[in-house]
């Protein structure tokens, strides 16, 4: 059958390569075209903008070195195989170098005790009076009715403030001329109402039954204060000061053992709760660096204890 004359062999063949081309493109892009719905056209954007935000923002893998490693339960301690120690007589010989010049009575001794402790959990805290105290100007404030026996005992014992009403005036017009403050319990319920909590709370001041500061015996309270010392645990440290600079080295044995052994009992007493232990002993003073005990009184080639015994 003859074709009509309008469809000459030449115009087929053009009409074939242009369908074939057009074909080939659409196969090779995703072309959107006027004829495709608008939900259509809309999906094909959507689809190409997160494929080149994936591209964009794709994260890498962090280096094992940067990666976030868990937080630590327990502090660090230093190996004491590779420390260099010293026995008591040497530390105090070097500190006492490092304190040239100045008073016996201005430069004190200070005890640190390292512990083995997780860093959540109750901590050791408490006072204790040394075998030789150390002379300090305490101030004490007493908390009871002014005309009582118990504020007249007070004085005797050494306390600087003693009242109810005059001491909460005070306080109030900030004077807190006192360094520790006790309460009798008979006084507790004005104290409570005198409104001077949250001045007193902030300082360390505030009398309290969890810190042995609201008692009976205010006397005795008082005695103990006057010849103790405080200390508690921090970040896995306990400190306190443990002598003056012009200590013999008889004296700072006796107080460095009565500090080490109470520390122990009151470790003792949170066994139940919480696992602690000594770990190291530093001994420094108030301008000089920390050294650290080998538990020993005086090692091989030690100064005698008459050459440390004089003073400055």
Do not use: W
């Not at 949170?270 to 190291?280: A, G, N, P, Q, T």
């Amino acid at each position: 059958m003859a074709l009509p004359s309008r469809y000459c062999p030449s115009c087929l063949a053009s009409i074939r390569s242009t369908t074939t081309s057009s074909t080939n493109f659409a196969l090779r892009s995703p072309a959107i075209f006027r004829f495709q719905s608008p939900f259509q056209q809309h999906q094909q954007k959507r689809n190409a903008n997160q494929s080149a935000n994936a591209l964009k923002y794709r994260r890498k893998d962090q280096p094992a070195s940067q990666k976030k490693k868990k937080a630590r339960t327990t502090y660090l301690q230093p190996d004491l195989k590779k420390a260099i120690q010293f026995s008591l007589v040497d530390a105090m010989r070097y500190l006492k170098a490092a304190e040239v010049g100045r008073q016996p009575t201005s430069s004190k001794y200070e005890l640190h005790i390292r512990l083995r402790t997780p860093k959540n959990g109750a901590v050791v805290r408490n006072r204790m009076q040394l075998p030789h105290p150390i002379k300090t100007d305490l101030r004490i404030c007493v908390i009871c009715p002014p005309e009582s026996k118990e504020a007249k005992a007070a004085l005797a014992a050494g306390a600087s403030v003693v009242g109810e009403e005059s001491v909460f005036e005070a306080v109030k017009d900030g004077r807190t001329d006192f360094d520790r403050c006790i309460c009798h319990t008979d006084s507790l319920p004005k104290l409570a109402k005198s409104g001077v909590a949250r001045i007193l709370g902030p300082r360390g001041l505030m009398p309290s039954a969890k810190t042995n500061t609201v008692v009976k015996d205010v006397t005795a309270t008082v005695r103990e204060l006057v010849g103790a010392s405080e200390y508690r645990e921090r970040l896995g440290v306990v400190r306190m000061g443990v002598g003056q600079l012009g200590f013999t080295p008889e004296e700072m044995q006796r107080n460095v053992r009565a500090f080490v052994e109470r520390v122990r009992k009151d470790i003792a007493g949170l066994s139940d709760r919480i696992s602690k232990d000594v770990h190291e002993v530093v001994l420094s003073s108030t301008n000089g660096p920390g050294l650290s005990l080998n538990g020993e009184f005086r090692g091989e080639g030690s100064v005698s204890s008459s050459d440390l015994s004089v003073v400055n």
